[in-house]
């Protein structure tokens, strides 16, 4: 019975963080509702500025959990520029926790706020968080022939004239890696094959459409793109075969120790700029991925296996980026729920702006 209640209180170890996060939602979506209606009058460049300050207190207390809290062990290779730039971040996609990642590495470049996704078209119906990611200059995209390129193009563009930072997150294989549903690998490892492009054992095989629309819509308003490959230590079984990644509830329990993150610059100049050859491009830096990804998870000489080649610098997060955002917000939706009136606004906030988001998006993409 003591041994049960162990494993069941390890396994609650992600409970506060998930309550906290979501639980703050509602008091966020309010204070950028107030900011949105005050803003209505102003020119867009200011809202912007205001909303990516907000993002940037919500996504900091999201970081204290999952750096601070976790006390996960971050790597990075390769040369992650300090100063803020307008990109687009390309990465491989195993698991949820690949969206923190890219908030990982914004916050050491203070762009943060900056952080916008693609995302899957289903993602919008989430309850506040769908509605407001559209707001926040996230892009929803469907998926093959169902692809809307010129609404995705309208968007960007809408973002470029606000003169919005831009630090745009696509996964191109579309889908998550995940080792447990093997029919996923084999048809993307046929359809590569079929196409005559390498087939690939640790990613997927890349989907350019996405990719291809962002930087040629963006061209003169980027400074690079970031090729971003993410391996998480732990996942690989007692027989050397590649693990699911963790999920988010599986790292908040602190199941992961360590993440190597591996950065490659790339300016817009070395970047074929028709399709045709942008997919090759793209496919060939995902056949990078996977070698990287064999190093790490399949080398022969086990003293070079989790890690990726070069030199890596352990990067660890301060305080003092994170605690201030999470005492702000749990402080501020504290208050709220202290007063009948208060636990009134945070109940209709939930329900009336989970409609609201779900119609909206409906209308409007």
Sequence with gaps: MLLSLVLHTYSMRYVLPAA?????????????????????????RFYREVDDRLYTIYQSMVLFFFENYTG????????????????????????????????????????????????????????????????????????????????MREKLRAQMKAETPMYLVIFPEGTRYNPEIPKVIADSQSFAEKEGLAILKHVLTPRVKATHVAIDTMKDYLDAVYDVTVAYEGTVDHKGQRKLAPSMTEFLCKECPRVHIFIDRIELKDIPEEQMYMRRWLHERFEIKDKLL???????????????????????????????????????????????????????TWIYGTLIGCLWVSIKP
């Excluded at 201030?324 to 917000?329: A, G, T």
């Design 72 to 151: 996960v062990q971050v790597f990075i290779y390769g040369d992650l520029p300090k100063n803020k730039e307008n990109v687009i971040y390309l990465s491989n996609h195993q698991c949820t926790v690949d969206w923190i990642i890219a908030d990982m590495l914004a916050v050491r470049q203070n762009a943060l706020g900056h952080v916008r996704y693609v995302l899957k078209d289903g993602l919008k119906w989430l309850p506040l968080y769908g509605w407001y990611f559209s707001q926040h200059g996230g892009v929803y995209v469907k998926r093959s022939a169902k692809f809307n390129e010129k609404e």
């Design 294 to 348: 064999i190093e790490f998870y399949d080398a022969k000489d086990s003293k070079r296996r989790n890690k990726f080649p070069g030199k890596s610098v352990h990067s660890k997060l301060s305080l003092k980026k994170t605690l201030p955002s999470l005492l702000f917000l749990g402080g501020l939706t504290a208050s709220m729920l202290l007063t009948e009136s208060g636990r009134k606004l945070y109940v209709k």
């Design 20 to 44: 906290v996060m979501m639980g703050t939602a509602p008091t966020y979506v309010l204070a950028w509702g107030a900011w949105r209606l005050l803003s209505a009058v102003l020119p867009a």
